[in-house]
Every structure is written in C-alpha cells, then in structure tokens.
C-alpha cells in the first residue's frame, strides 16, 4: 500500500470502503475495552494491517444473548448485511462492517464511528430529521425491529451514520422505530431512483442475494426483495404495522 495512503488511514481512519474492509477483514484485532451499555457484549478495539490502523466495535455472537424471534447467534451477520444492503443502494448509511473471527469467535467488526451523544435523532435539526427519510425507507427494507433514536447519530464530521443493525432482516414484519413522521407519504423522488436503478441492474441484484447468501437465511433474502420490489411500486415510505411499532426503549 503507497505510503501516502498508510498516512492518510493513520492519521483520520478513514479511506476507501474497499481499503477500510481489507483492513477490517485481515488486521490483527486487539480489545481496548467493553461497552457497558446494551445487552449484548460489544468491545472497542484496534484493528491494524501493516502500518494501517483504525478503531472498530467487535461484537462477537456468542456473546449475544437468546432471543425467542429471531435465531440464537445470527445477530452479528445482521450486522454485516445491513451495510451490504445500504453500499448496494449506494447510501452509505451504515460503517464499513465485516462478519469475521476474533478474540471471542467470529462476529461483526464494524469501523467505529465518534460522535457526540447528544447528536442523535431526537435531538436532530428539522432539515437533519428530513432526511432521515431515507433512514425510514433503508429500515423497511431491512426490516429493523430496533431504530432507537440513538441508532441514529451525527460523526463528528458531521455525517449522518446508523448504527446497531443486529435485529433486522426477519422474514416477518417487524419493523419498529422512532421514525414515523413520514409514514405513508410519497418517496422522495431521489430515492425512489436510486432503487429503481438498483433493481434494474440485474447483475448488482445477484451479486447482493450472493453476498446475503452467507449471513441470511433464504426466506429472509426473498423477504428482504420483496420489500424492495413493493417500495418501488408504492413509492411510499412505510406506514407502521398490526404489531408493536415502537422500540424499547425510544433512546
């Protein structure tokens, strides 16, 4: 890697999605500590390639605990579809993240992302709370049973980023979030672009469903599709459904 590029990932952590996977994939992965917050075990760490290094959150899956809707340790490739799903369409909502081995087994090693807390949905600017529009319709589409509204966070870049994706992707509608000032109103036009143009390239569809292939089961693939087809049809975003619709807690 041209010496320039090493620089540059030393000193910001930031890069290319491809050379931040490469590190992610392959670096020797070191824990700095454990997050106390949230049920499952989650811990800071260093991720280095060479002379490359940048912060991650590792969350291995047996340090997920049971849950009775969705299958015992399968959370943490959740994890990765999610920023599949979201670099496919071209959003970048979501940090690089890997499903790889690590100091406790495999699980997600996803590029750590600082932000203030106190920059979160809740607190966002009414044109900030705009465009999480596409927040709204990217959580249908991956079916997020958890969009607390500090899964919603502003990097100190100023970037919109979403973090903790493990409940998403199940077969049946689960969609819970903080999100439904826009329910059932027309797509932004944009967005209902960037998907069509994702369904229409038929190749980007194949290589997505192969990708899902390793993290998801096929009913939550074709489920997953589905929903893609019916939002491009309805050009609405979701409305909330017969269940709960909320998470808990909000924050």
């Known amino acids: 890697m041209a010496t320039d590029k090493t620089e540059a990932l030393q ?10 996977l490469t590190i992610l994939r392959s670096g020797a ?11 499952n075990y989650t811990f800071l760490a260093d991720v280095t390639l060479g002379k490359c290094h940048i912060e991650a959150v ?8 049971p849950l ?16 599949l799903v979201s670099h496919a369409l071209g959003w970048g909502l979501v940090p690089p993240t ?48 958890d969009r607390k509204g500090s899964h919603v966070v ?3 870049d100023g970037k919109m980023w979403l973090i903790d994706h493990g409940l998403c992707f199940h077969s049946k509608n689960k ?17 209902g672009y960037d998907l069509k143009k994702f369904v229409d390239n038929s190749q980007a569809v194949k290589n997505l469903a192969y990708d899902l292939s390793y993290l998801l089961t096929k009913d939550e693939i074709d489920a997953f599709f589905a929903r893609v087809q019916h939002v491009v049809i309805t050009a609405r975003l979701p ?13």
């Open 98 to 145: 890997v499903y790889r081995d690590g100091p406790h087994g495999p699980g997600s090693l996803q590029q750590f992302v600082e932000f203030d807390d106190a920059d979160h949905y809740f607190n966002f600017t009414t044109e900030e709370k705009a465009a999480c529009k596409r927040v709204a319709v990217f959580d249908y589409l991956i079916n997020n049973a």
């Open 29 to 39: 992965l070191t824990l700095r500590g454990i997050f106390r917050a949230g049920s």
């Open 11 to 20: 000193q910001t952590s930031t890069g290319t999605p491809t050379d931040l």
């Open 154 to 156: 502003r990097g100190i």
């Open 239 to 251: 409305q909330p459904g017969q269940e709960r619709s909320y998470p808990w807690p909000p924050l």
């Open 58 to 65: 590792y969350k291995p899956t047996e340090g997920e605990q």
């Open 68 to 83: 009775w809707d969705f299958p015992h340790g399968s959370l943490a490739k959740r994890e990765e579809a999610a920023y």
């Open 175 to 191: 969609l819970r979030t903080v999100i439904w000032d826009y329910a059932g109103k027309k797509m932004p036009a944009e967005l």
